[in-house]
């Protein structure tokens, strides 16, 4: 078991002597015990059951605000200082007291820049992860290549940029729009260790995904054109591992487009989604199960509620 950094037990009353000898030293010694027993054992000891558990419990309002309880930080990686992707932008929480974050890559789509996802780079950090919005070698990579790059990123992220220390590099995650998702599912399928993904209006060719083990959040859009979920997102569910931690949700009124502006349902089952499978965070398991039911945001959700860890 591990305390939580802000109930380390006090063993020694501030402005009491120090010095003690003998059987009073002793009776000293199990009182103090007993304190730090009661410490150990109270109510604010359950946070450090987790040790990956960042920032304060959620709410619905919490996770569907435009930010959550970190101040975020930017620094723009170049193309010309990395090699396997096109660089891009890392948001991370500018504290350092928290200790170290799970941490996000994340591609865009066929023809776009690091600019169509950016939205999600702030939403997602000030949340407690650090997020690596990223660009394609060129725009019009495909996914499996976008899958690769997505690694490439989080190879970068992890052992050589300015973050990799706030970084615990067991706890990663891809996410992705369009053929940017198709490239998240490429990147799972062959990174195992992944602990999520989160496929956007995902596009790919291949629509079978048995070979994934990474817990996978796919959204679609019930208005997709050009990903229609029938032939895109949909398959790409239904092929994941049954037993697997996945889920499905269509958004409602919306279009192949709509992960490209900030969104209030894609963030806030992302966060969940993110939280409970990258930081194994319980707390958020309330927003995930029992299964969100369709409303005016939602067009379905199919899934199952998170496996226990
Ligand atoms: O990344 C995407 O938006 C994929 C959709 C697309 O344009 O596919 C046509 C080849
Ligand atoms: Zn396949």
């Known amino acids: 078991m591990q305390l939580h950094p802000h109930s380390t037990p006090r063993t020694h009353a501030p402005g009491a002597p120090r010095r003690r000898t003998g059987r009073l030293a002793g009776a000293a010694a199990a009182f103090a015990a007993v ?29 569907e605000a435009l930010r959550g309880p970190y101040a975020v930080s930017q620094t723009s990686v170049s193309s010309l200082s990395v090699t396997g992707f096109g660089g891009g932008t890392i948001y991370y929480p500018t504290s350092t007291s928290d200790g170290t974050f799970g941490a996000v890559a994340v591609s865009p789509g066929y023809t776009a820049y690091e600019s169509s996802i950016a939205w999600l780079g702030p939403r997602l950090a000030s949340q407690g992860f650090v997020v690596f919005t990223i660009d394609t070698l060129t725009t019009l990579d495909q996914p499996d290549s976008r899958g690769r790059q ?72 019930d208005g997709d054109t050009i990903a229609p979920v029938a032939s895109h997102a949909e ?75």
């Open 150 to 221: 997505l690694l490439a990123a989080l190879d970068y992220l992890t052992e050589r940029s300015s973050v990799r220390g706030r970084i615990d590099a067991g706890r990663l995650g891809v996410m992705g729009h369009s053929m940017g998702g198709g490239g998240s599912l490429e990147a799972a399928k062959s990174r195992p260790a992944l602990q999520a993904a989160i496929p956007l209006t995902p596009w790919n060719l291949d629509k079978t995904w048995p070979e994934i083990t990474t817990p996978t959040l796919i959204f679609g859009a």
């Open 235 to 309: 398959p790409f569910y239904s092929s994941l591992p049954s037993p697997l931690d996945r889920a499905y949700l269509e958004l409602n009124s919306a279009t192949h487009f709509t992960p490209n502006s900030s969104n209030t349902t894609i963030a806030k089952y992302s966060i969940s989604w993110l939280k409970r499978f990258i930081d194994d965070d319980t707390r958020y398991e309330q927003f995930l199960c029992p299964l969100p039911r369709p409303g005016l945001t939602i067009e379905e959700y199919r899934g199952n509620c998170p496996h226990t860890s």
């Open 35 to 63: 304190v730090a027993l009661g410490t150990l054992t109270g109510p604010s000891a359950h946070a450090a059951d987790n040790p990956y558990e960042r920032g304060p419990a959620p709410t619905t309002a919490t996770i």
